[in-house]
Structures are given as structure tokens and as C-alpha cells.
């Protein structure tokens, strides 16, 4: 603006307006203008209403902006101080009748005085954009002198309110927001001077500890936070008068997890620790605007060596082209819609010119002052002379950004509403281009693609060497405070749904506020990952699921970068861990604590072998011989059982094993466990009691671990056989007769393997299977258990002992047992009375689990039970003759039995087929539902899990088949032994 132009009122440039859009809605606000000017008798306003030219402009501001228009009808009496005088003598008397408002004695006074002052600065700002009389570049920095003056008189008067109070240990007229220690930095566009009309301001508050002198009792955060929201209260809030400025406190540290004013220490802290590469950039336009200016330039200061690095490694700049780049194809030349486009965040809009800067800015201001500047267009200069981009694209891009800021100014005098984005409707459009100039929406059309096009194609160039994040179309942006619309669409398109959320969550993890992320290298290898995770996330049944539980497995990480590291080196791994975390939430939360654990899945050889009872015996030997004392033990021995439980969990998940590997696995496991820790549970009876002399004992494995058929959810059924003589006692401090002292051993070996310790517990332990159940002692001699077995145990016992394994204790006494075990399965029995004990037995059950749920696979008829109860029958009443068939894993036991023809082989493949689809089930069930499975809360990738596992084509066909199966069990059950 020459010195002359800058001298002419307003009123000069008022015919210089676009013409008016709605001419019906002009010739109705004149009228009404025009009376109100007669009614009000101000003859110097009545001049101006006359005057051709601005009657062209109010014409122009009724036609294109009903919020101008609002302002107009309100306070005619306006126009002549506006219009009367240069813009700038104009603004200038604005901004001190501004600055007087703090001065003010109430709030509610002060509120609505700056409200008016808002409205005032609207209409001026906008008149003098309009006709031309301020270019782009003053606009904005108007918009922004505003916004400091309302800020620091808010400050002013809120600082002043506390004294009065007695909050701030000075009088109100010593107390002054310089040497405060409250730091507020405006930031984004409010920080470089480049506001547009509707903006919200960006602010981030900080204070000095100790700064300010506190009355007792007051801490400065307290004080400070609720300074804060009061500023925000004083500038948003919406009166009778209006609003002031819409505030974001959004990018300050972490805001997720830390309040609304933070300490100078505290964000010290944070940027050396957890600062991101986008926050970097957004600092490059941070600008003290109120409060103590000049403790926010020392913080500013304190910040350069964060914001401007001097050496930037590879991954930083790569995660600075990850702050916003397409997927694929950044180079793409897509077709760019007008209507509806996002002006702001869409394909050649104005974050990609100001990103373009930016970018360019981090890489080489650390080493070059002339690249810090805060503005785009002197920085797009700057460029061009440092020869980091051509004077042309400076050039190209400084138009169009001149272009775009104007275009969206218009966007937003109409109703004064913060949005970025063309309207759709063809009427709509009419009226924003009229608005801007154009003669028609077609010419101006042509004008915006061209410019977006010019934008799309020099910000495409700036990343054409840089890799893509995926191999999908679209846009993934996970930084700032804000969420990216193309981000959103990506996300939908790749079938999750609670998009907004999931994009929150991903740029909390990139706060580094969970320890996973606390590192810069793991913020920029998740970077990396992002793609490649999401697209495995999207495979599973349930996308938003899967999602929730990676969040929750990810917040809950101790570290990321060895495990982002492994998870970069091995790609096939995130969909391993995508199927636990959509299908195995149990998995998930084990493998959040323990994430070391897919180090093994990594070896080749992990989907290969199980390992077996030799391996897992020196494993468990090696762990706990780093044990310093017996609560070591008890911690190293979960820790060992959570990761194998875990491996067993994924291999049975990956379908890499199946019950007839899973099973024994599982019970290989508690085998050496148990054996491992009975010892152990000795040793710390004998601490007090000492031993008995000569005096052992065993542990024998009923039902599932007997039977090996254990999977991930399985307790261990166990009785405790001790061999002693009854008159010993041990010959300790505190000596114990043989039967307390192995009940103690006993019970120290319960509480061994179910105590909840800071590792959890290893299992539930049921001792019923014991010699007289809950009313015989809680370890049996030797002499007593054989003794029992001869003469009182009931036929259900004895099929219990069909699946009866010692699995610790000396080897002798092992041998005398199994012998013991033997003689009492091979005793001729009378085959009509076993059954009808079982008949009696499966009908009592049947009472007291009633169930006609075919996936209640244990109870309901056709089921586990009545597969179990035919082999154990048969087992009984065949034993003496067959000795043979007798072996505790059902399914062994079903083929020897056919063997030894005491089954029709079509009777016994059924069974053997029935009890492996169930077991095959099981396997997969107990790792990932707790409780019974109900298929209409199933996931869809559960219920594949499950077809799968069934050998079925479907779900309905594994679903169809498992009833039949229930079907025939149930018959063959009748016709082996009897209706129950």
C-alpha cells in the first residue's frame, strides 16, 4: 500500500466491493437501513448512506454476508468513525478503546465490552478486505493485533482481580503481568501473525513456580489453571453480545494428560524427553503474545536447540515426511472437486503450502537463521534465495496461498463460522463466487482448481523420493491436535468404523505419554509401522476391536523400540499379533506385559515342534535356579508358565497345533510345575517342622492332566500320596506326626500354584478326586490309598483313576503307585452294576448342569462327559480281561478298545472323531472366551478361528455337525451302557 493510498478513508475504496449475490435480500436490509438512519438523525451517517459508493458497499455486504449484515442493522452509527477516516487511524482507535476494556471493574463489564469491540473490529476488517484497501498480509496481521490486545486486557484484568481478592500478595496497582512468570505463546496462524477471519487463537499457557506471590495455601498450579479457564471463559463464551475469540489449549504438552496450564520446568522437560517432530513445527510460529513477554522469550529461547537441530538423523526426517504424506502415489494426479472441497486440509489446500514450508524449515533452519522466520510467504522467499526451491514455485505457491487464505476468508464473513470447506450446493457456490468477484461459478471454479492443482503438484514433488507408508490409497496423518478428514476417510474405507476416536488414540500414543512411546526412535519406528499395522488391524473380523485391544496392548507396553524394531524386521508378525488382539484378548493382555515373548515366535522353527518334557524340564530347572529364596520360586515359575502358556496360546491360535498337540503340551507343562514346586513346598514346611526320617511323597495327576487333554483354562486335579511310617514324627523345632506334616506339605504345595503373587497365580487346584473326597484327609498314606481303592471307593472313583498319572515323587514310590493303580483297574467287575453307577451318575450330573446348548460341550447330552463315561466304562468293565486298554488319554484309550474289538469300528471312529472336533474346540475356545461360548456375541474371525479348527467349510456347517455328532454320542452312550 503506497504512503497515499494508506491516507484515503475508507469510504474511497468502498466502490472497489464485489457486487451483492442476493439482490432481494439488499433491497429489503436498505429499506430497513435507510429508516433506521432517518429515525436516528445523524446527519453525517445520513451523508454516507447517500453517498453512490458506499451504498455500493453496504449493497455488497447485505448481498454476500448476513453476519456483516447483523452487525450493520445493530450499529449504524458505526460507520461514519469507519468509513470516515483511513483504515488504519480507524483501527488504531479500535485497538485502544481495547486495551481500556481491562481497565474495567467487573468481569460481565469487561466481557461485553470486548464483545462489542469484536464485532466492530469484524466489520472494519472486513470492509477494508473486501474493497481492496488492505492486502492479504494486513488482514491477517489486524485479525492478530486484535487478538493480542483482547488477550493481554483479559490477562490485565484477571491478574488485577486476584489482588483485589488477596489470591496475589500485591496491590492491584503493583501487580502487572511483566515478571509474572505466566508465559502465554500464541501459536499456528496466532503465533505468526497470519489469523484468519473466523480463527480460533491457539494458545499455550505456562508459569514459573514461585513466580507470583501466593497468599498461603494457594499452589501456583491451582492458581494458574484456574486463571486460565477464566481467560478462556472471558474470550469464548457466548453473551448477549457475542464471543470474543473460540480458544484451543490443545498443544500444549500432552494435552490428553496434563492440565490446562503447565509448568515452565515441567514443558522443559517434556520437549528434551517426549517433544514430537509436528510439535516442532508448530513451535516454528510460537510467539509470546501476553503475560510475561519476556519470560516467554527466554522459553522460547531455551527451545531453539529442540525446534532447530542443528543434524537431523535419516528417521527424523523420515518422520517428518510422515507427518502428512499420501499412502500411495503422492505424486497422484486425481481429479480435485470443487464443490465441498476442504480449502484448509484437502488436496491442494493451504496446510500442504504451509506444510511444504514447514518441512523444508525443520530440515534446514537448524543450520540456516534465515530459514526460522514464522511466515509462509517470506519464508516461501527465502526459500527461492537459499535455492531450496525455484523462484517460480515461490512465486506459484505465494499466489495461490493468497488466494486460498482470501477464499477462505469470504467462506467465513458470511456467517461468520470457522470452516474451510466449499459449500455443495450449486446456489451455495453461486454466492462465494460472486463474493470473491467472479462473474460466474464456472470462472471461478477454473481459478480454484488451478491453484489447488499448482499446490498438489509442488507439494507432490517435495516427497516424490520419499517411501510410501503403505500400498492402500489415501492419507494417513496422525499429528496435531486435530483429525485429518482424508485420515478419516482411510480409515473407513478400511473398514473401521469409530474413525475420530481410533485417530485420537494414535496421536495420544504419539505423545509419548505411555512408556512404549517415550522414546523418540519408538515414536518414529510406530511412525513407519502405522500403515502396515492398521491394514492388519483392518483384516481381522472386527476392525474396532481389534483396534481397542492393540491400544490397550500398546499403552500398556514397558517399551517399544525392541519391539517396533522386530515388528519392522518381521512384517509377518503384525498379523500374528492383529488375529490375537481380534480374537485372544487374553493373549493380548499377556502379551502387553510380556512382550519379549514374540522373540521365539520370530525362530523358524517355532510353528514346527512343541517343545516336549525334556526341553521344558531344563527350561524350568535353568529359571529357577536363579531363585534366591522360596518367593523367587513362586515368581520366576509364573513368569516361566505365562510365556510357554503363551506360545501354546499361538500356536493353537495360528492353527499350528491342535488338541492332540496343544493338550499334552498344556500338561506337560503343569507336570513339570508341579514336580518342580513340590520339592520346593517341602523345603519350607521343613524350615520349621524339619523332615520325616525315611518319609516321601507323590503327586498323582486325575482328570484333564492326567488324561493330557489340558488346554489354556484347564485347574489341576491332584491327590498327594505319602509314604511314611504313622508313628514318625519329623524332626524339626516344631516336630509333626507324618499324616499333619504331608497335609502341611500338601497345602504349601496348593498354595504354591494358586497364590496370587506380584506375578499372578499359575492354577486352581480341586483335591476331590482324593480317597473320600472333601471329608478324607488332604494327603493320604500309601497303605490307606490302596486300601480305600480295594474296599470303599465307588465306581465313579475308579473311572476317575482311569485317568490317574504320577507325575512327581521318587521313582520308586511312582512304581509301586502306577502298580497299585493297575491292580485296581484290572479287578473283574460286575458289568451290570458299573452300569447302571454310571447310568446314575450321568443322569445326576445331567440334573445339575441341565443343558440343551450344544456349545456348552462338557454337560450337554452327546457331550465330552458321555464320550469320557463310555471309554471309562469300557475301561472298567474290560480292564481284567484287557489289560491293554487301559491309558489315561481317552482318545488312545477309544482306539485300543476298538483294537481289542470290544467297540465296533464305525462306534469307535465316531467317537474318536466326536471327541477331537471337541477337544479341537476347546482348544480354541479357552484361549480366547472366558466362560461358555455364546456364537451371537461371536466375532465373525472367532467363529472362522472355530470352523477351522472343526475342519469345517463354515461356521453353520461346524455348528450343524457338532450337534450331530451330539446326536450319535448320545445314542452310542444308550446302547453301550444304558439310558440315564
Not at 511483566?178 to 494458545?203: A, C, T
Not at 517435495?462 to 485420515?487: H, I, K
Not at 480281561?881 to 483294537?899: D, G, K
Amino acid at each position: 500500500m503506497t504512503e497515499n493510498n494508506s491516507a484515503r478513508p475508507l469510504r474511497a475504496w468502498a466502490g472497489a466491493a464485489p457486487a451483492p449475490y442476493d439482490a432481494e435480500r439488499v433491497e429489503r436490509e436498505l429499506e430497513d437501513f435507510d429508516a433506521a438512519v432517518d429515525k436516528g438523525g445523524d446527519e453525517q451517517l445520513a451523508a454516507l448512506a447517500s453517498d453512490r459508493e458506499v451504498r455500493h458497499l453496504l449493497s455488497s455486504i447485505f448481498g454476500n454476508s448476513p453476519f456483516l449484515g447483523r452487525i450493520l442493522r445493530l450499529h449504524p452509527d458505526w460507520l461514519p468513525r469507519l468509513l470516515g477516516r483511513p483504515p488504519e487511524a480507524a483501527f488504531d482507535d479500535l485497538l485502544a478503546r481495547t486495551a481500556s476494556a481491562g481497565e474495567l471493574e467487573k468481569q460481565e463489564e469487561v466481557m461485553a465490552a470486548l464483545r462489542l469491540a469484536k464485532a466492530e473490529a469484524a466489520l472494519l476488517i472486513a470492509m477494508a478486505d473486501i474493497t481492496g484497501a488492505w492486502p492479504l498480509e494486513r488482514v491477517t496481521d489486524a485479525l492478530t493485533s486484535f487478538a493480542d490486545r483482547t488477550v493481554n486486557a483479559c490477562i490485565g484484568w484477571l491478574l488485577r482481580n486476584a489482588a483485589s481478592r488477596g489470591q496475589i500478595l500485591q496491590s492491584t496497582h503493583d501487580v502487572s503481568a511483566s515478571g509474572s512468570g505466566l508465559v502465554v505463546l500464541g501459536m499456528g496462524k496466532y503465533g505468526s501473525r497470519e489469523l484468519n477471519y473466523s480463527s480460533d487463537i491457539d494458545l499455550v499457557v505456562f508459569y514459573e513456580p514461585g513466580q507470583l506471590p501466593l497468599k498461603e495455601g494457594l499452589d501456583d498450579s491451582g492458581f494458574f489453571v484456574r486463571m486460565t479457564k477464566d481467560l478462556v471463559k472471558m474470550l469464548q463464551e457466548r453473551t448477549a453480545e457475542g464471543y470474543v475469540f473460540r480458544t484451543d489449549l490443545r498443544l500444549r504438552p500432552d494435552p490428553g494428560g496434563t492440565p490446562v496450564a503447565v509448568s515452565l520446568p515441567a514443558a522443559e522437560s517434556y520437549y528434551e524427553s517426549r517433544g514430537q517432530n509436528w510439535e516442532r513445527a508448530a513451535f516454528i510460529k510460537a510467539r509470546a503474545v501476553a503475560g510475561d513477554l519476556e519470560a516467554g522469550a527466554r522459553f522460547l529461547q531455551m527451545l531453539v536447540p529442540y525446534i532447530w537441530r542443528r543434524n537431523l538423523d535419516f528417521a527424523a526426517i523420515d518422520d517428518i515426511h510422515s507427518m502428512k504424506r499420501q499412502i500411495h502415489a503422492v505424486g497422484g494426479h486425481g481429479r480435485i472437486a470443487v464443490a465441498g472441497h476442504n480449502i484448509k486440509l484437502g488436496r491442494g489446500g493451504i496446510r500442504e503450502i504451509e506444510f511444504f514450508v514447514q518441512t523444508q524449515q525443520l530440515i534446514a533452519g537448524g543450520r540456516d537463521y534465515d530459514l526460522r522466520g514464522k511466515q509462509t510467504c517470506l519464508m516461501l522467499d527465502e526459500l527461492a534465495v537459499k535455492q531450496w526451491i525455484t523462484p517460480e514455485a515461490a512465486e506459484e505457491l505465494k499466489e495461490a496461498y493468497r488466494f486460498l487464505r482470501t477464499l477462505e476468508h469470504r467462506l467465513q464473513m458470511i456467517e461468520d463460522e470457522q470452516t474451510h470447506s466449499l459449500p455443495l450446493a450449486d446456489a451455495d457456490l453461486d454466492r462465494v463466487a460472486c463474493f470473491m468477484g467472479f462473474a460466474d461459478r464456472e470462472s471461478f471454479a477454473q481459478a480454484l482448481t488451478t491453484r489447488l492443482e499448482c499446490v498438489r503438484d509442488h507439494y507432490a514433488k517435495l516427497f516424490e523420493t520419499a517411501p510410501p507408508l503403505g500400498e492402500e490409497g489415501g492419507s494417513l496423518v496422525f499429528t496435531g491436535t486435530e483429525d485429518d478428514p482424508e485420515t478419516l476417510e482411510t480409515l473407513r474405507s478400511l473398514g473401521f468404523t469409530r474413525v475420530s476416536e481410533m485417530s485420537e488414540a494414535i496421536r495420544a500414543w504419539h505423545t509419548g505419554r505411555f512408556p512404549a512411546t517415550r522414546a523418540t526412535r519408538s515414536r518414529e519406528l510406530l511412525t513407519s509401522l502405522m500403515p502396515a499395522l492398521l491394514r492388519s488391524l483392518s483384516r481381522t473380523s472386527n476392525p474396532d476391536t481389534a483396534f481397542d485391544r492393540f491400544d490397550r496392548f500398546l499403552t500398556g507396553l514397558p517399551a517399544g523400540v525392541q519391539l517396533f524394531s522386530m515388528l519392522y524386521s518381521n512384517p509377518h508378525l503384525l498379523d500374528l499379533l492383529a488375529g490375537i488382539c481380534g480374537t485372544a484378548p487374553r493373549l493380548a493382555n499377556y502379551l502387553s506385559h510380556n512382550p519379549r515373548v514374540l522373540e521365539a515366535v520370530v525362530d523358524p522353527d517355532f510353528f514346527k515342534v512343541l517343545p516336549d518334557r525334556e526341553v521344558l524340564h531344563r527350561s524350568l530347572r535353568d529359571e529357577l535356579g536363579h531363585a534366591a529364596d522360596y518367593q523367587d520360586i513362586l515368581d520366576f515359575a509364573r513368569v516361566w508358565a505365562r510365556e510357554y502358556r503363551f506360545r501354546l496360546g499361538v500356536r493353537v491360535l495360528s492353527g499350528s497345533a491342535d488338541a492332540e498337540e496343544a493338550g499334552p503340551a498344556y500338561a506337560a507343562l503343569a507336570s513339570e510345575l508341579v514336580a518342580a514346586l513340590a520339592p520346593a513346598a517341602e523345603a519350607r514346611v521343613a524350615e520349621k517342622h524339619g523332615r520325616i526320617p525315611d518319609g516321601r511323597f507323590a503327586v498323582v495327576a486325575m482328570g484333564k492332566l492326567g488324561s493330557e487333554e489340558m488346554s489354556a483354562a484347564s485347574d489341576l486335579d491332584l491327590i498327594v500320596i505319602y509314604d511314611a511310617d504313622a508313628e514318625a514324627a519329623s524332626d524339626g523345632d516344631r516336630p509333626l506326626y507324618a499324616a499333619q506334616y504331608y497335609a502341611r506339605v500338601c497345602q504349601q504345595l496348593i498354595n504354591a500354584l494358586t497364590a496370587p503373587t506380584a506375578e499372578g497365580k499359575l492354577y486352581e487346584v480341586d483335591m476331590r478326586l482324593r480317597p473320600s473326597g472333601n471329608a478324607g484327609p488332604i494327603a493320604t498314606s500309601f497303605p490307606s490309598f490302596v486300601s480305600y481303592q480295594e474296599t470303599e471307593a465307588w465306581t465313579w472313583e475308579h473311572m476317575a483313576l482311569t485317568r490317574a498319572r504320577v507325575i512327581a515323587g521318587p521313582d520308586d514310590l511312582k512304581e509301586r503307585l502306577d502298580k497299585a493303580i493297575q491292580q485296581t483297574l484290572t479287578r473283574p467287575r460286575d458289568r451290570a452294576r458299573i452300569a447302571a453307577d454310571v447310568v446314575e451318575m450321568r443322569a445326576r450330573i445331567a440334573r445339575e448342569h441341565a443343558s440343551t446348548n450344544a456349545w456348552e460341550m462338557k454337560h450337554v447330552r452327546g457331550g465330552l462327559v458321555d464320550i469320557e463315561f463310555i471309554c471309562q466304562y469300557l475301561q472298567l468293565i474290560h480292564g481284567a480281561a484287557h489289560p491293554e486298554i487301559l491309558n489315561t488319554h481317552t482318545r488312545t484309550a477309544l482306539a485300543r478298545i476298538a483294537a481289542a474289538n470290544l467297540l465296533p469300528p464305525e462306534t469307535a471312529d465316531m467317537l474318536v472323531r466326536a471327541i477331537a472336533l471337541n477337544h479341537n474346540l476347546t482348544q480354541v475356545i479357552r484361549v480366547c472366551v472366558e466362560g461358555v461360548f455364546n456364537p451371537a456375541e461371536a466375532s465373525s474371525g472367532l467363529k472362522s478361528l472355530l470352523a477351522r479348527a472343526g475342519d469345517a467349510p463354515d461356521f453353520p456347517a461346524l455348528e450343524a455337525e457338532l450337534v450331530e455328532n451330539q446326536r450319535k454320542v448320545l445314542e452310542a452312550f444308550e446302547a453301550i451302557i444304558g439310558k440315564a
